[in-house]
Structures are given as C-alpha cells and as structure tokens.
C-alpha cells in the first residue's frame, strides 16, 4: 500500500533528518494511515532530544509535557498546523498505577514501541527524505490489524496494571475501529476492571465520551459492561439491567437506554442528547410501581434527572453539557397531543423547556421512541408540535419579552425596587402567556396599577399560583398515564 506522507509532515522529517536524528511516523496516525482511516493528528517519533527539536524549529509550541515539541509549520490544514515530535522514551514503573515514576529518553525507536499500550498503537514508519520507508513492527501489529484485533503489547495484566487507563483505551478503540479485543487481552480487563477506581474522573470521561461519540456508541457501553467497567463509569445505568418496564415497551430499561444511544449515534446526535439518551430512564428502577404490562414509573423523568446530575458530575463533565442533558431528561416525557394543547399550552411548554432546547428534546424523544422497539406512529404529532411551536414563537414567554420592564412598572405604580415588582412582572407575563394580545402598553399599564393597589400578601399569593401554573403539557401527561394504565 503506497502511504503518501503530506508535505508539513515530510518537512518535519527531512529537517531532522538533515540535523542527523532519525524520524519515524508512530502511534495512532500510522495505525489509522494503515487502515486507510484519516488520522486525527501527525505524530512524529525521533532520538532528538526536545532542547535540539526547539533548536531545529524555532517555531514551535513546548509544554514539557513528556517531552513533545509541537512544531508550527505553517499549513493552514488544521490538522497539520503543527506535527507532535516526540522524543523516544522508556517508562519506568507505575507505583500509582496512573503516571509512571520516572520517564527516561531512549536512543532506539524499539525501546519507544515497547511502551506503547496495544499492538496496533505500537508500529514506527520510518522517514527518509521525507519518504515513507519500511515498518519498524515488534509486535506484529500489521498482523492485528489486518485482523482486526486490540492486544496489548506484552503481559495484558501486567500492562494494565502499570496505567489503569489502558482498560478503558481498548474499549474505546475496539469501538472506534470495529476491532474485537483478543481473549487474553479481554480476561485481563475483567480481571483487572477494579484497577479503573485509581484514574482520574477526568481521564475516564474522556475514553467514555470517544466510545459513545463513536457509530458503534452502543456496542462500546454493552461492551464496558462485559467486561466489568461499567460499574466504575456509570453504575447508575447498571440499576435497569434486567428490570423489565410495561406493555410501552419490549426491551428492559437497560437494553432500551442502549438502544436509545444507538439511535443517537446512528443519526449523528450531540453528545449532550447521547448522553441524555443513555441516562434518560435512570430514574425508572427506583420509581418503579407494580409488575406486567401495567408497571409505572412516576416521576422517572425527575428522580432520573437528579441521577444523572450526580453521575456526570461526578464525571467531571463541565456545567453546561450538564445542565443541558439534566434538562433534557428532566422534559423527555412532555406530552402532545393535536386539539389537546392549547397554544396557550405551547407557550409555556417553551417557557418551560427552553426554545434552545426544543430540537435536541426532540431529538431525545426519537432515540427513546425508535428505542422502545414498539414505536406507535406518532411523527405526525411531532410535526404538529412544530408548526405550533412556528406559530406561537413570536409570542412573549419571558420578561424581557413583555411591553412594559421592570422600571416601567415603578414608575407606573410609584413604587421603588423591591420583590413588589418581581411579583407583578410574574403576573403580567402569565396573564400575557395565556392571551398575547394583553402584551400592550395601555392594557399592561392598567393591571400595573390593579395589581400595585392590592395588599402585598395577595399578591405574592398571585405571583405564586402564577408560576406553578400546571402547564397542559405536564397535566396533559398524567392525564394520558392515567388512560394507560386505566388507574384512574
Ligand atoms: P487517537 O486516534 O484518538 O489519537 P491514539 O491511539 O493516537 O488515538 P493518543 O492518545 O493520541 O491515542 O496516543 C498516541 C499514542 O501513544 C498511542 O497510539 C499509543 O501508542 C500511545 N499511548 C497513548 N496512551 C497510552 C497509554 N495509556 N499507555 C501506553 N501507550 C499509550
Ligand atoms: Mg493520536
């Protein structure tokens, strides 16, 4: 197979060859170059030390992270902007199981390979002239590959024993490959799943979210939990193994999360509805009443989100991913129904939901409606949903969206800052809700001025019931749970 190496890269090359180092394609690049696969990153292995790598190329980015220069070459490809080299290197022992005690410079690409977690991540091209030469393979990675197969390089068990990380690695790549992972390689993750409590959340997160980002997302988490890692990632997905649900549904709560992941991945979702997707019937195991066909799960969608908070969390995802995949799962069970929503109904279900959210909540509906494995013709609501939504999304749902702000509203009712105008915005935007036409200056000014006069109690009392006013799309839900179930 003729590799064709792209010019940045063969400058980097040549420039250390002219320099009198040695220069060697590695890691992931040549493994996914070998498959035909477009690597993510050009990683360049060399005996140059990182002073002499800055020296031959003043260009470059050094965070003394293992001793990987970044050189700057001036490609506007992003992926080719700059070409990670690296120094050979030997790992001393792993006390900790996470970072190795000592990292040593080697002379010997050979010595590098031998480092290197899994065969097919273990191979060195070298770069003569720039020119791809012949494969340095130790570890008959080209073999592996050609098979298909993630092994480790050496004694599986001793390997993950020096960085626990590796057992999530080989998930991760057998997924995003479609690699099989050999059976000793495969014995030893079980045995050695325990290992994963030692590695940062951080770094654990990482592996996950590359396995469920992959296409073959739902093989990846079917596959953590054979061999033993689930526990250690996301035990609160572990509760609905086996726990069947009602006659919604032929898949039990763990096989339907997958399935819901696997639709995400199959039409290319975010990873926030990913996530959502696998996690949205956290809540079911717990809130689970009765058994057969008329089991019922209140309250999933709210002991589900919680869950999830706390897992991902702990998971150290940032705030944002999970405040949106919390509200996600929060919502996934909105109700609509054409001629059973007002648009009164509408709007708040966007004051509630979030208009920003509209599409991924979709979205997360048809990965847990296709996931049922029982899926009822329901698109079209889908659609009437929409157009109501189309219809309606130049109405006032938020304050900032009402004709009169808060400074209006002192001046009309001579009040000064305090809850008192909090209250009466409350008041106004929920009256305005149910009938947009009020949302004018005229009409808006009068109830200021009702509203202003009445005893403070009532109105806080006012502003209250208008804020848990039980929009028709929640109501509506019960309503249709309870015609289900027939427990009226
Ligand atoms: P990707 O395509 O996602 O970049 P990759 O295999 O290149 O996958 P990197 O994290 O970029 O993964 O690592 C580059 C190379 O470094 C790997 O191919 C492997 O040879 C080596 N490597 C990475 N992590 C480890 C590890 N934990 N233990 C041993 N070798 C590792
Ligand atoms: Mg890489």
Redesign the pocket.
Known sequence: MKISIPEPVKEVANGLGKAGYEAYL???????LLIGRE???W?IATDARPEDIQEIFPENVYENEFGTVGVKTGSEEPKLKIVEVTTFRI?GSYTDKRHPDTVKFATKVEED?A????T???MALTLKGGEAGELVDPYKGKEDLKSRTIRT?GEPGE?FG??A??LM?AV??AV?LGFDIEMATRRAIEKESGLLEAISKERIRDEFV?TIMAPEAAKGVLLLEELNLLIHVLPELREGIGVSQNLHHIYSVFEHSVKALEYAAKNDFPLEVRLAALLHDAGKPRTKGGEGPNATFYNHEVVGARLAAAALDRLRFPKNTIEKVVHLIRYHMFYYNVGEVSEAGVRRFLVRVGPEYVDDLLKLREADRIGSGVPKAFPYKLRHLLYMIDKVKRDPISPKMLVLKGNDIMEIAKIPPGPKVGWILTVLLEEVITEPKWNEKGRLAERVKELAAMPDEKLRELAEKAEFTKEEFEAGLEEDIKKKFKVQ
Do not use: I, M, S, T
């Open positions: 590695v890691g992931g690049c040549l493994r996914d690597p993510k990153d990683d790992e390979l480092r290197r977690d899994f097919v991540n273990a390089v390997r020096e960085d990380l590796r690695r991760r790549l995003e590359k």
